[in-house]
């Protein structure tokens, strides 16, 4: 599909209330708390947010109790997240009856579920601002009305725009996120994503390679990780994921790329070509499985089978040096038999991975799933996680061993004082390897030769 992009009209505006913004709060300084929940999606707007925040003269707060603004991020990919955030808002009502100037804003994507977010609004009167997924760019517009006196609730449905040119805070650390695409058009059948994030639509690649190179350039970060709900489907008037990979590569000061998520259904073998040529793509690839059970990835609208699914990861293993694989799944999707599970446990342990996250099916409103026969009790889709996670962990750790011995570059990214003082950092393929070192390495590429394992990490020395 053509992306529609924000006018220009439109950004200049948001500019002009920045600027507005900043005259009225010169020599305040007043203190910002951003509280975010879910994926890396979430993540980066809150980056955006912090940005606007930021150049309107807002500094960080330390925590709650001394900020002047609250913001919560929302996630609502599973029942709890939407609970925690019902609890974690209430106890503002506290902090604003000690400050009542402090502003309280909601957004992201629970917000977006027109329902909830007017739940939300009439349950907590102290809330000023309540906003979408869509809205981001015209946060200092809102922010401003708010500012006057206001209260904004501001939830339109999702046209699929794209916001270019806003500032971005990015936290701090070498590595970051640049977004390509946003929404989704999959509808797989347990997730609400689509609903809150709207269609599919692609960045210019001009853009993605000109921020990549910003915060390269001019920020310092050497790793990038490019963002979108399905990467392989990324499609800019022709220019497809591969060939943006390739074009990210080049990039000079680069040193490592990554990317996520995949969906199997769309992963080509010239991606998986374009990731064994790119020298800074890292081995490594989400590549959520779901379920290894035919009938229950039918049920859930993933549009490929374990089969295909096996293919792709020997395809990737064949041409991708050491990459390792790292997974979504969920149990007690309805109608799930033992034999269902069985089938995915057989899938873990045949793909081994070297790390998975373990979901047991959350009942989301108005997806196809939720008006499914046959839903799982919670007891049982508790015990099926417990199982699930026996066999993650026991896959895991055996795949660990096969590093000893070997070397390879780590990014040192921080040090962990708990007991003796160990440098951290990353391998390409995500592994977590810890050093003995001086903490003047945090944030440089060093060889190390890998000597044992620790849980699910590795631990080296540092070679010269
Ligand atoms: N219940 C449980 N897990 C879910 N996910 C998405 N929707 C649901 C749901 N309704 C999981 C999927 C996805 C990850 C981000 O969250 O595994 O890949
Ligand atoms: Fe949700 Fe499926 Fe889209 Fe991922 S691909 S965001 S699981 S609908």
Known sequence: MQAKFVEDQIIKESYSA??????????????????TYGCQMNEHDSEKIAGMLESVGYVPAVSKNDADLILFNTCCIRDHAEKRTFGNVGFVKELKQNNPALITAVCGCMMQQREVAKRLASRFPFVDLVFGTNELHIFPQMLEKVMDGGRVFEIKDIEGE????????????????VNIMYGCNN????????????????RRAEDIVAEVRHVVEAEGFTEVTLLGQNVNS???????????????????????LRFMTSHPKDLSHELVMAMAECDKVCPHIHLPVQSGSNRILQLMNRRYTR????????????????????????????????????DT???????????????????????????????????????????LNEVILES??????????TEDEILIEGVDTRGEPMLFGKLGCL???????????????????????RFNSLVGELMD
């Not at 790292?326 to 069985?342: C, M, Q, S």
């Open 431 to 453: 592994k977590m390897v810890y050093v003995k070192g001086d903490e003047s390495l945090i944030g440089t590429y060093h060889r190390a030769r890998i000597t044992g394992t």
């Open 18 to 35: 920045i600027e507005r913004l900043r005259q009225r709060l010169l020599g305040v300084s007043p203190r910002y708390y951003i509280e």
């Open 307 to 342: 089969e295909h699914y096996l293919d792709l990861v020997k395809d990737l293993r064949e041409n991708v040096q050491g990459i390792e694989i790292t997974t979504d799944i969920i149990v007690g999707f309805p109608t799930e038999t033992d034999e269902d599970l069985n």
């Open 187 to 202: 509808f797989c059948s347990y997730c609400i994503v689509p609903y809150v994030r709207g269609r599919e639509r692609s």
């Open 162 to 177: 794209i916001a270019e040119g806003l500032p971005i805070k990015r936290n701090e650390g070498f590595s970051t996120f």
């Open 234 to 256: 990324y499609d800019d008037n022709g220019i497809k994921f591969p060939e943006l990979l390739r074009r990210v590569n080049e990039i000079e000061g680069l040193r490592r």
């Open 396 to 405: 895991v750790n055996g795949a660990n061993d096969k590093y000893i011995g």
């Open 345 to 387: 446990l057989d899938l873990v342990r045949k793909v081994g991975y070297s790390a998975a996250y373990s979901f047991a099916y959350s009942v989301r409103p108005g997806t196809k799933a939720a008006s499914m026969d046959g839903q799982i009790p919670e007891e049982i889709k508790k015990q099926r996680l417990a199982l």
